[in-house]
């Protein structure tokens, strides 16, 4: 319970010290102190743990309330481990929803038949005949000489600035 109280008092610090627009004007909104809301959330934090001393039947009630809710917790997340284990056990044994009798996941077109051919002139054929002679044959070139010449300075390459812009 303690836990509880720590994380709500962080939190409300941090959305008290976050500057948050509410769309209106800057006049009309009231700043807020942060050395004042830090002292009034330590009274805060002084007045709640003397709470259970002022009012034990209140404070009894709130653990039972939050035994009662991590029971609650405890049993959805044993639900969902098991729900989970068993869409694991179904993937793994291919019989959860998606599955097929076919061996493998298979996408795209292939052909009927498929052929091992370790020379692409003779594997075209095989797979559609769509490929001609003057389709395989590589259509570019270097250049036998070169465009740069030797006396050509190359400077540093400039490097790259992330936070301009």
């Not at 319970?1 to 008092?9: E, P, V, W, Y």
């Not at 976050?18 to 002292?39: C, L, M, R, W």
């Not at 209140?58 to 729900?83: F, L, N, P, Q, W």
Request: aromatic share 6%.
């Amino acid at each position: 319970m303690f836990f509880l109280l720590r994380t709500a008092f962080w939190l409300t610090l941090v959305l008290a010290l976050i500057p948050i627009g509410s769309g209106g004007s800057d006049s009309e909104t009231k700043s807020i102190d942060p050395v004042a809301a830090y002292f009034a959330a330590q009274a805060a934090v002084s007045d709640l743990s003397g709470f259970c001393g002022r009012n034990p039947a209140a404070c009894e009630t709130g653990s039972e309330a939050i035994s009662a809710i991590g029971a609650r917790a405890r049993d959805g997340a044993r639900i969902v481990y098991e729900y989970l284990d068993t869409q694991v056990a179904d993937e793994k044994s291919g019989t959860g929803p998606g599955f097929t009798d076919q061996p493998g996941l298979v996408t795209g077109s292939i052909p009927d038949q498929v052929v091992e051919v370790h020379d692409v002139k003779e594997a075209a054929p095989q797979a559609g005949g769509t490929l001609t002679e003057q389709d395989l044959a590589l259509p570019w070139k270097a250049a036998k000489t070169s465009t740069i010449r030797p006396e050509t300075p190359i400077g540093p390459l400039p490097r790259p600035n992330p936070r301009a812009g």
